[in-house]
């Protein structure tokens, strides 16, 4: 007498993204700590010496946070308007910040009130930065110039007028400390060397600049703007590299990661896209409630932090190691192992005598109803809420399985009006899913022939099979579009082969071979 | 044509064992079957055969224990006798001419001397009327009796066995027909019939399909076509019967049976579900359920403690009082043949497709159903007219390692259902795993399916052709996201829309020949260039084939019109063709030999050839009636060594062929046939009693009296070799003391030892001279003969005495 087999549930191929080394290391992150700030987050600095606190600017605040506080550790709130890139020095003793106001506040990161003020600029500054030496400041402006000044006499170097728009972005060169970098809404990029009195090199982006990056080389130059990412290569003379155009709206911010291996973007679209430097494919994403206005890494990826238009600070740290694998343990939730091998390494001595336990056949609801014959009820089991939405495989299963046996039919009939709708709404999300269309729709055509009788009669039932009828009219209209293509593919596949002959017997020439490898093939992979 | 001297086509077993019902001996050792033209006796504990009753010369029809002496056993056959056979030792002692074919065999215990069978009325065999007819077996001590006499009972019975059952002490005789229940009481010499309606209200059939009689009780059992079981009862009185009905049954009721004590009825159907009901109170069932195909019969041991089952899959099923299944003997299922005949690489197996759903593998040399492997792995529904998935194609790679199947289920209205899977054998449970499903690998029915024969540094990869005029390559790949390998699809081709038939790799893997109806593409498998195309219109390619060894430059191909093509693949040409109507072409894999079996004028005709050589190396005519669809060449486990030219092509492997009617056949030599023969006599010395120092002395005492009482030496009491050579002497000196008879025994039988040999000399010397004397020494007076030459005998006595001496101290 041999055992009942269980239903087959057929194990589809996962359609969503693959697992790998680079989702692994960036969904290795803690859920967010999310700070409210009184206004959008425009940019965001960590500081280059421990404990790499960070300077949030929002509105008139310059909030500094320390690595794992909530609370801001310092405030600056000395300014009229609202401020505008709160950069660190080198040391991370100073901090600069342009305002709306036109007035270049330069604070001391223990202290609370300005230390210098820089008045020179006309209009609102939204770019500032220490040069490499440590003893300049650059700034970038709405009047259309970039200046530089020196710390000690809080006064003007020199004046840089050659943009033609809005000065938004700008990068002091971290080798030199004579180089800079502005990017500016009049689409132009340009360096500019201290030492001489005009820009050295200017590159056209194409759109108005939104933020920039050196590579820690400072041989390739990275320029976000509009929806596109551009990287220019420096050394040969600002040659464009690579354009990526991954977002569908401005590109607000760059960062590089600590190894220099990936680059993040952060758009309005409220995505971060992370690519490889090595041939700029987009290897991850991240998900935001909102746009996204400024983003910054901490070394070491320790922790992402991104601000957003609502105003929101959001920061994820890095899984400890320890965490990573405390998760995973509580994930499983099995037996100690002490459990698992209780008695099964047992070796039985000489003269004992060995009963065996027969051993007990564990069937799912449906399985056990359906060893038994009760059709209906083996649906109604596999048709239950949380198999029905998390597991659509295994109500297939059971269709398929009732209509081998010859009772669908039996199963599908004599329904009141509350499962019938249940069973209407289960094929409505899943009959257009290429892996179960060919079991559901005979489902389908059979509920149609077993309930055509009754049709008007109820108005959930009648709204459902409207909605089924929109769906299925949909889906044709698609299939005839794909179609289309198919054949337009087609055409173009053979006549871009080139024509070759063949040595045969009989003369007969090899036309075409057209290679749809798998098109209409599903393959499930059952492990051991 | 090379005369086939001394090769012959023999059955290859794998015969029917659920033909009739089969019997349990009375002490539950031993189950009798009818299989094919013998009765096999078989153990209920170990499931082996252990006797092949043989003699009959056509179909066994029926074993029946004979009624008066449990250790003997009738059968009846086509062939028109009767045999009684004792089976514990596999001898047949008689044979009951009837001479006319006999279709079933009843008997009773309270006939003494008689018989009960069913012949066809008028004597022919091609009748459509039976009757049943007594025989009064005569008391003979002839081996070969003949016992015509036959006295009717009743006539216009069927020839189901199940139609027929003896009733309460053989009182009366019920035999059903129809719609009729006829039954016959032997006391009053008359019978009654009893006749349903055609079709009840619910248009079920109301058919007869069993009947069984209550052994302690007037009463009888019938099934029915529509599933019913109606007991009956007060059926002496012509109105005044009474049946009530039983029903669980939703298809006709193929069996039935009651129990010994009358306590339980048995009955069983499609549904492949024992069920057992109470007698008198029928509420009350218990069911055996998912006994994996349609029961066709029912019995019972004569104690009651075993139950058996015979299965419509060629199996028998033996059940410990309806509560647990004791054992399972499988014959080799023969159904619907849809795969090709397979030979494992590994075990050297036959593999086919047997039961529904499942692969069977089939030891050739044991006769043997290894294992069965399901293939679709689902609950099999027992339904009549419900559409099963069925494995229609297999096929093993060449060290065997993967197994790829293909099932399919078609539906009336819905679309084909295919299902491509892919099975690595698996070292530690020594079984095939599952390890990839492709459930609609083709969008049509897949024609031929193939396996590279990798070497070791390729990768293993399939082909697949299909309806859908593709043909497909799956090949083993690791992708990063699952954990082992599984296998996808590699590459996809096409020829001008047609449709591919069939696909076969060469020996060395590096060409892939596929055929497109009338044009043959050969293919690169490593870069997918299509290299050539070889066509010999008119007519379909029907079977393709490399040439191996050194033939392998050579492609074969057989069309639909009556065309054996042999293309040179060097030259891309045609190397010679004929016109022969081919109906299976296959290469033997071990050797440069193909076999063609050829369809002329009703029978089957086979040539076995070299591509190379225009003569055939053997030819045989009329192999069979009817076309071969189905043969392979299974490798042989010892080679043979014959030198002889025509049967040369037998050394390696051995051809096995299916014919029309699903008998599996093969070709043996003479040799072989000699072999074969020599170890079953073998078999049948080493089968008496165990060889224990016991048995030496006492069987050669025994055997001696024996030559004693003989006519011819009766003279000569005692007749051992000389002492010298006597076997007796030594082992009575090495055996143990402790399990040595008594020595007053053995003393007086050493000692005669040491004195017969003189007379036998003596006997043998006097027959030289004195042949006159036979006939005084025949009168048995032995002194005389002493008398006559006293000198020698004592001569040869004191010769013997210093040995005699030293052997007691």
């Known amino acids: 007498m041999a055992s009942f087999k269980p239903t087959n549930i057929p194990v589809y191929p996962k359609l969503g993204e693959k697992v790998t080394q680079d989702t692994l290391y960036w969904k290795n992150y803690k859920a967010p700590v999310q700070i409210k700030e009184f206004g959008a987050i425009t940019n965001i600095d960590f500081s280059p010496v421990t404990p790499h606190n960070f300077a949030v600017t929002a509105f008139t605040r310059i909030h500094i946070y320390g690595p794992f506080s909530q609370e801001p550790v310092k405030t600056f709130t000395r300014f009229k308007d609202t401020a505008y890139c709160g950069r660190f020095r080198s040391d991370g003793q100073l901090l600069v910040a342009g305002c709306e106001d036109s007035v270049v506040r330069l604070f001391d990161v223990g202290g609370k009130v300005a230390l210098r003020m820089f008045r020179g600029h006309t209009k609102a500054v939204h770019v500032t930065d220490f040069t490499s030496d440590r003893y300049q400041i650059l700034t970038g402006s709405d009047d259309y110039t970039c200046r530089l000044w020196d710390i000690p006499n809080a006064t003007e170097l020199n004046v840089y007028q050659e943009h033609t728009d809005y000065i938004r972005c700008g990068i002091t060169s971290k080798l030199n400390r004579d180089l800079f970098i502005t990017g500016s809404y009049d689409h132009t990029l340009k360096v500019f060397d201290a030492r001489v009195d005009k820009s050295v090199m200017s590159m056209d982006h194409g759109q108005p600049i939104e933020s920039l990056l050196l590579y820690p080389s400072e041989g390739l130059l990275v320029s976000a703007g509009g929806r596109y990412v551009k990287v220019w290569d420096l050394l040969k003379g600002g040659q464009p590299l690579v354009s990526l155009r991954n977002h569908h709206k401005t590109v607000t911010c760059l960062a590089l990661s600590s190894n220099g291996q990936r680059l993040l973007s952060a758009s309005l679209d409220r995505h971060v896209k992370v690519y490889s430097t090595t041939n700029y494919k987009v290897v991850h994403n991240f998900d935001y409630a909102a746009s996204i206005l400024s983003l910054a890494l901490a070394p070491d990826d320790e922790s992402i932090v991104v601000g957003m238009t609502n105003s929101i600070l959001s920061i994820k740290h890095r899984k400890s190691p320890e965490e990573s694998r405390e998760i995973s343990g509580q994930q499983r939730r099995r037996p100690s192992y002490r459990v698992f091998v209780k008695g099964k390494n047992y070796v039985p001595k000489q003269d004992d005598y060995l009963v065996s336990k027969p051993v007990k056949q564990y069937l799912a609801k449906y399985d056990k109803q359906l060893k038994k014959f009760n059709v209906s009820k083996a649906l109604d089991c596999a048709l239950e809420k949380w198999i029905r939405l998390r597991n659509p495989e295994v109500p297939v299963a059971v269709i398929k399985e009732l209509d081998r046996r010859g009772t669908l039919k039996n199963a599908l009939a004599g329904r009141d009006e509350q499962q019938l709708s249940r069973l209407l709404s289960f094929l409505i999300g899943n009959l257009v899913d290429m892996r179960f269309a060919p079991v559901l729709v005979v489902a389908a055509e059979m509920i149609l022939d077993i309930y055509r009788s009754i049709l008007g009669q109820s108005p959930v039932i009648d709204r459902q099979l409207l909605r089924m009828q929109d769906l299925l009219e949909r889906e044709i209209d698609y299939q005839k579009e794909l179609v289309e293509v198919l054949g337009m593919l087609d055409t173009m596949f053979a006549s871009s082969l080139p024509k070759m002959e063949v040595p045969c017997s009989s003369g007969f020439f090899v036309q075409n071979c057209s290679v749809l490898s798998g098109f209409f093939c599903w393959i499930s992979c059952e492990g051991k | ?809």
């Open chain 2, 1 to 809: 044509m090379v005369e086939h001297g001394d090769i012959r086509v023999v059955h290859r077993g794998g015969s029917k064992i659920d033909f009739r019902q089969p019997v349990i001996t009375n002490d539950s050792r031993f189950l009798l079957c009818a299989s094919g033209e013998c009765v096999k006796v078989f153990s209920t504990s170990t499931e082996e055969c252990i006797h092949d009753l043989q003699g009959h010369t056509d179909l066994v029809t029926g074993v029946l224990l004979r009624p008066s002496n449990h250790l003997q056993v009738y059968s009846c056959s086509i062939d028109g006798t009767v045999r009684l056979w004792d089976f514990t030792d596999g001898i047949l002692i008689k044979t009951y001419v009837i001479g006319c074919p006999v279709y079933s065999i009843y008997a009773s215990a309270n006939h003494e001397g008689v018989i009960f069978i069913v012949v066809p009325m008028l004597g022919d065999k091609r009748s459509e009327l039976f009757q049943l007819v007594a025989v009064h077996l005569p008391q003979s001590g002839d081996q070969l009796v003949e016992s015509r006499e036959l006295s009717a009972v009743l006539s216009n019975v069927s020839s189901n066995p199940a139609d027929i059952a003896f009733g309460r002490g053989g009182e009366y005789i019920a035999s059903a027909k129809g719609l009729q229940l006829k039954v016959f009481f032997f006391k009053k010499q008359k019978s009654y019939e009893f006749s349903l309606k055609e079709d009840n209200k619910k248009g079920g059939l109301n058919t007869f399909t069993c009947v069984a009689c209550h052994p302690k009780d007037d009463c009888i059992a019938t099934g029915h076509g529509d599933g019913k079981i109606r007991l009956w009862r007060n059926f002496n009185h012509k109105k005044e019967y009474t049946y009530s009905t039983l029903h669980w049954h939703h298809n006709a009721v193929s069996s039935l049976c009651f129990t010994p004590e009358g306590t339980n009825l048995l009955s069983g159907g499609v549904e492949s579900v024992l069920v057992q009901w109470r007698y008198n109170q029928e509420s009350q069932r218990d069911f055996l359920p998912r006994l994996g195909a349609a029961i066709t019969h029912i019995a019972v041991s004569p104690d009651g403690a075993l139950f058996c089952t015979s299965h419509s899959d060629n199996k028998i099923t033996i059940i410990q009082s309806c509560v647990k299944v004791s054992a399972v003997i499988q014959g080799l299922v023969k159904g619907d043949v849809q795969t090709d005949l397979i030979v494992d690489p590994r075990s050297k197996a036959l593999v086919l497709n047997g039961k529904p759903g499942h692969l069977q593998f089939y030891s050739l040399q044991r006769d043997k159903l290894l294992y069965n492997l399901d293939i679709v792995q689902q609950e099999y529904i027992h339904e009549l007219g419900l559409e099963q998935f069925e494995v229609v194609k297999a096929a093993f790679d060449a060290s065997g390692t993967w197994l790829a199947t293909v099932e399919e289920r078609k539906q009336k209205s819905a679309e084909l259902e295919v299902n491509l899977k892919l099975w690595a054998f698996d070292e530690q449970t020594q079984s095939f795993v599952l390890n990839t499903t492709i459930s609609a690998p083709h969008e049509a029915r897949i024609t031929a399916m193939c396996f590279r024969q990798a070497t070791d540094s390729q990768t293993t990869m399939l082909v697949s052709t299909s309806k859908d005029g593709h043909f497909k390559a799956w090949q083993l790949a690791t992708p990063a996201h699952t954990e082992g390998p599984s296998w996808s699809c590699d590459f996809v081709g096409t020829y001008h829309g047609l449709v591919p038939e069939c696909c076969c790799f060469s020996a060395d893997s590096s060409l892939l020949a596929v055929s497109f109806q009338e044009v043959v593409t050969v293919w690169s498998p490593t870069s997918w260039e299509l290299l050539t195309t070889l066509s010999q219109p008119p007519g379909a390619i029907r079977d393709l084939c490399f040439g191996r060894l050194s033939c392998s430059k050579y492609l074969l191909g057989t069309t639909a019109k009556n065309l054996l093509c042999c293309w040179n693949l060097l030259t891309c040409s045609l190397e010679w063709s004929t016109s022969m109507d081919i109906s299976l072409l296959l290469a033997d894999p071990l050797s440069e030999n193909m076999a063609a079996f050829c369809c002329q004028a009703g029978c089957t005709d086979l040539f076995v050839f070299k591509p190379s050589e225009p003569r055939p190396l053997f030819s045989h005519k009329a192999v069979c009636s009817g076309t071969v669809t189905r043969a392979v060449f299974a490798p042989r486990e010892k080679m043979l060594d014959s030198c002889e030219e025509n049967s040369q092509w037998l050394n390696r492997s051995q051809l096995h062929f299916l014919t029309q009617y699903m008998d599996l056949m093969t070709f043996t030599t003479k040799a072989e046939d000699d072999r074969l023969m020599a170890s079953s006599k073998q078999l049948v010395i080493d089968d008496s009693v165990a060889m224990t120092p016991f048995y030496l002395l006492l069987g050669k005492h025994r055997h001696q009296q024996q030559e004693n009482q003989d006519p011819m030496s009766s003279l000569s009491a005692e007749r051992t070799p000389l002492p010298q050579s006597s076997v007796a002497i030594k082992e009575l000196l090495q055996t143990p003391a402790h399990v040595l008879p008594s020595t007053s025994f053995l003393c007086s039988m050493f000692v005669q030892s040491l004195l017969i040999s003189v007379t036998d000399l003596r006997s043998n010397h006097s027959e030289r001279h004195y042949p006159q004397m036979e006939k005084t020494w025949n009168s048995g007076n032995q002194q005389h003969l002493f008398q006559e030459n006293p000198d020698d005998h004592q001569m040869i006595c004191r010769l013997h005495l210093p040995q005699l001496r030293s052997i007691c101290t």
